[in-house]
């Protein structure tokens, strides 16, 4: 069965640090989608990545970038310059392919980020 | 931007006492999810539809829990009768497809049982 750990629960940085928010996961298939979703205080889930398994190659935008390394099962979020604007919860989560037309997603428990003025 | 829409946002209500969330999914997104998200905890799935047939619905209470997609565009989640521990965010998602495509969610519906 699938499963995301986000082992950091809570982090708290001061404006301008970097932060780096850690994924693992584990699956048995071989082609899978991973995803990142940020939720503000308003409860919505906002979209911020999604990467497939065969893609290994780090992406960034802006100050968010992302390090997927398929050997140890990780895709890790990092937020460089942080700002109040970040203070959010982050979800990682993993859906995959091999379910068929069960595409739903699999959460980890999501890190509070706090980022102090 | 298009976005998918959800109603109530809150929603109190008394043990026993019947709720309904509805949701309205972005334009052409033929895939419906529903989510329930206790507190301090990731969102589950509760049921996936495709269109108006379900997909999903194993973890889905089926005692007291339903839902619909008629026409396959909306969708509705009822609970009837509501216990204490239904109490959690409700969150509705849309994607074009299944499997590898983006699911953009809803604001919510806040969900006390009294």
């Known amino acids: 069965a699938q499963k995301v750990t986000q082992a950091q629960t809570e982090i708290s940085v001061v404006e301008k640090e970097d932060v780096t928010l850690d994924c693992v996961y584990e699956?048995?298939?071989?082609?899978?989608?991973l995803f990142w979703y940020k939720q503000p205080p308003s409860g919505e889930l906002v979209f911020l990545i999604r990467?497939?398994?065969?893609?290994?190659q780090n992406e960034i935008s802006g100050r968010y970038s992302w390090n997927f390394q398929k050997s140890t099962s990780s895709f890790n979020f990092t937020i460089t310059a942080s700002q109040v604007v970040d203070s959010a919860v982050y979800f990682c989560?993993?859906?995959?392919?091999?379910?068929?037309?069960?595409?739903?997603?699999?959460f980890g428990k999501g890190i509070t980020l706090s980022v102090r003025p | 931007e298009a976005e998918v829409a959800q109603s109530p946002r809150y929603k109190i209500t008394e043990k026993s006492q019947a709720v309904a969330f509805w949701c309205d999914p972005i334009s052409g997104h033929a895939t419906l999810y529903w989510y329930r998200q206790i507190l301090g905890q990731g969102p589950e799935l509760l049921v996936q539809?495709?269109?108006?047939?379900?997909?999903?619905d194993s973890q889905l209470p089926k005692d007291r829990f339903s839902a619909e997609r008629l026409k396959g565009v909306d969708s509705t989640l009822k609970i009837q009768p509501a216990e204490l521990g239904d109490s959690a965010m409700y969150l509705c998602?849309?994607?074009?497809?299944?499997?590898?495509?983006?699911?953009?969610f809803g604001p919510g519906t806040r969900l006390l049982v009294l």
């Open positions: 699956t048995r298939d071989t082609t899978y989608y």
């Open positions: 989560a993993l859906s995959e392919v091999a379910t068929g037309a069960n595409s739903k997603l699999t």
């Open positions: 990467r497939n398994s065969f893609d290994e």
């Open positions: 539809f495709q269109d108006e047939s379900v997909v999903d």
């Open positions: 998602a849309s994607s074009l497809g299944q499997v590898k495509e983006t699911q953009y």
